[in-house]
């Protein structure tokens, strides 16, 4: 069995992902702060508010409730503000900054705790996908 996990896997490129990749096999487990109304095999929908550490924790240890391994990390979690960057005021580009580079970042950080050890044939990937 293969796992991934997918933040922003509640609606669009990251709910297309965690449908194709279910289909392919993969227990796919999506963090989103939304959840789908609908229920698809292969895919465990984890409330997660990437903007909170401690929800992030919260999710990897539903993570390791099934699986002490993932094969793959995708963030696709991200807000986008249609503001300039001259009108943007300080705590929407912090908010902006938050959830498109740091909590990937912090996200792939624990992710690789849990991903250990990884079998030297397995490929673990970290995709983040800005939108800054």
Do not use: H, W
């Amino acid at each position: 069995m293969k796992y991934a996990l997918i933040t922003g896997g509640a609606s669009g490129m990251g709910r297309a992902t965690a449908l194709e990749l279910a289909k392919n096999g993969y227990t796919v487990f999506s963090c989103d702060i939304n959840t789908c109304p609908e229920t698809v095999e292969n895919i465990i929908q984890i409330k997660t508010d990437v903007t909170s550490l401690s929800s992030v924790q919260n999710a990897l240890k539903e993570v390791l409730k099934v699986t002490d391994k993932l094969d793959a990390v995708i963030n696709f979690a991200g807000i986008i503000m249609m503001n300039s960057l001259i009108e943007i005021s300080e705590e929407e580009f912090i908010k902006i900054f938050n959830v498109n580079v740091l909590i990937p970042s912090s996200f792939n950080m624990f992710s690789a705790t849990v991903a250990n050890p990884v079998p030297a044939n397995a490929v673990t990937e970290f995709i983040s996908v800005s939108k800054i």
